[in-house]
């Protein structure tokens, strides 16, 4: 990968050094203008410019690019929520789930990967198990004793926002596909950053905000189901574009679209806006980003060590996504110090959290820890 063309489309290099998209991602130059023309057609034009004869073609192509980042050859089954919840919520309220049966999730889950399963069992009277994380990881073997025969839904994030520890999602999905269930992936903290393999995994639904790794804007997103359950989804936010006959703006009977549209919010002019930084990632490499995040955060390890630090993450390439915290003493000051001086890490459970994205450097690994430590002398 040619990291320095990555970087010369991230302005932010040129204020930070940036090791925070785990929290938030900056944008690329593309999508800043992309929204910069879409805010400045609607004030000076307000719908002159909008043009709904190319919108099935757009929203096609746009389908098409988030198919690549997905890893799915269905990318009709592509549809764009405005954030991660709203994503989970179309999904899940659409599910043909039987009046029986467990829903599956664990406590590592960032707090939106979890409410909706919560009420979910509440609201339908279903038993809510959790999978408890050891020493925070989450073996398949933890899986195993709590699914079973009544198992319908299991809910997981690939990569944990906390520590970076990654799922098995092939093996998943495989003890949750013997009991007939639906796994229904949080992939916010790993989508960009590698190749997500949906139709390869047997992942049945995916869903991520577009504003972190994806280095796209707020509200805005991506999600995924697969071809056996699409058509079987019976949604009930029903939306204007998700109709046959979508044009015909007097009433008629509504008829969903097949594939993902049928699960499509109403789009605004900012939606599109994500297809930017998509082709971005997608025309970098996202397997060159893997490589590059798993150097950044292999080099993280190799200096915490040398300077006496625990690692709060996984080890292994194959356990860790682009996530690695570090168990630095009076983590929560070491944050804000080296927010002063423009390095950008996040303090998660007493621990800092660094998550570099492919355009970041070894340069900037040794920036950084040779500033941390001069703060903890």
Known sequence: MNVEYFRKQMNIIKEWTYFNHASVGPLPKETFLAQLEALNNKMFHGSMKEDFSTLDQDYEEFQKIGAKI???????????????????????EGLPLEKKGNIVITDMEFTQNSYPYQVLAKRTDRELKVVENEKGQLPIEKYEEKIDENTRLVAVSHVQFSNGYMTDLKKLSELIHEQGGFLIVDAIQSLGTMEFKADNWGVDGVVAGGYKWLLGPFMTGIAFVSEEWIDKLNPIVAAWLSDKEYLNMSHHSYEPLKGGRRLQPHINIM?????????????????????QTLKIGNEIIKRSE?????????????????????????????????????IAVSHREKGVRFSPHGYNTLEEVETIFSTIETLTK
């Open 70 to 92: 997905i890893g799915t050859k269905n990318w009709n089954n592509i549809f764009f929520p405005s954030s991660t919840h709203q994503g989970i919520i179309s999904i899940l």
């Open 306 to 342: 040398e300077m006496g630090f625990e690692i709060g993450s996984p080890l292994s390439d194959k356990e860790r996504g682009a996530i690695v915290k570090v168990m630095i003493p009076d983590a929560v000051k070491i944050v804000e110090e080296l927010k002063k001086l423009k």
């Open 271 to 291: 939606t599109f806006t994500l297809r930017p930084s998509l082709e971005l990632l997608v025309d970098v490499g996202l397997n060159q980003i893997r490589k």
